[in-house]
């Protein structure tokens, strides 16, 4: 007889993750699994509930969730992957809102790639140890973040912040710890 499995220490945790077109295929789905996995109720956020597009590499991805139906309050995590979405989602005051918000309530924010692009439009990177793609390094710095650099996850309180997808691994591993030391 199979054992029952083992209790999932995120089980129910509640994780938000923007989709737009052109989004990093792997920075989107990639952490949406892994935290699948671990028990997490995950939602696509987009600009309306069903909105469909592709990803940068042609995988398709569909909004289960409107922007304008989500608050801070709806979540324990928001993931901004990169590619080239966070240039959509940097022009949209809903999405900087929820941001902001979700800083504001010191709940976890995680960007990768051109993510941190989210995060300096919200303005919330003054005095924060950043991390992101090379190619955004002077847009951090100039929206007063540190930027450091060699280093596959930069982690300063509630904020995580990732290189590239192949930082994966390191990136969805400092989010599950630090979902479970909120729990």
């Excluded at 295929?25 to 028990?39: N, Q």
């Excluded at 909004?63 to 949209?92: E, S």
């Excluded at 303005?123 to 450091?148: S, W």
Aim: aromatic share 8%; charged share 25%; proline share 5%.
């Amino acid at each position: 007889m199979a054992e029952a499995p083992a209790p999932r220490a995120l089980e129910g945790k509640r994780i938000g993750l923007f989709v737009e077109y052109n989004v990093e295929d792997l920075e989107l789905h990639y952490p949406a699994l892994r935290l699948k996995e671990e028990g997490c109720i995950v939602r696509f956020i987009g600009p309306s509930e069903g909105f469909s597009c592709k990803g940068k590499y042609g995988i398709p991805a569909k909004a289960d969730t409107a922007i304008d139906n989500i608050t801070a309050d709806d979540l324990d995590c928001l993931i901004v992957p990169g590619g080239f979405a966070p240039d959509y989602w940097r022009r949209d005051e809903r999405f900087k809102k929820l941001v902001r918000d979700m800083h504001a309530a010191k709940k976890v924010i995680a960007t990768i790639c051109h993510g941190p692009w989210m995060l300096i439009s919200a303005k919330i990177c003054k005095g924060l140890n950043m991390t992101c793609f090379h190619a955004i390094k002077d847009d951090l710095e100039n929206a007063g973040a540190n930027y450091i650099e060699g280093q596959a996850v930069v982690q300063d309180g509630n904020v995580i912040t990732s290189r590239t997808p192949q930082d994966l691994p390191e990136f969805c591993m400092a989010i599950i710890a630090q979902l479970k030391a909120q729990a």
